[in-house]
């Protein structure tokens, strides 16, 4: 009984665990025209968020924001460190 079990364990990890990898194709190096359009292929084509003009300028945008009678978004990001002693 003992030579049989050794006999199914050796063909079955024989089976699974030494088997060869499959081989994967090859892959084609890709020029930097072949590869920009893939890129957009992946992007949404029509996204609202491009179309905005966003100002850099908080005066101009509040111009333009009562102007066409829309609200404003402001976004504003201060990268200064943490240890910084002027805030």
Request: net charge positive.
């Amino acid at each position: 009984m003992k030579i049989m079990t050794a006999v199914g364990s050796l063909a079955l990890f024989a089976s699974i665990g030494w088997a060869e990898p499959p081989t994967l194709p090859a892959k084609k190096a890709l020029t930097p025209d072949a590869l920009k359009a893939q890129i957009e292929a992946l992007k949404a084509a029509k996204v609202a968020w491009r179309e905005i003009a966003w100002k850099s300028c908080l005066l101009e945008g509040l111009k333009e924001s009562r102007a066409k009678n829309k609200p404003a978004l402001l976004w504003v990001f201060i990268d200064r460190p943490i240890d910084d002693a002027r805030c």
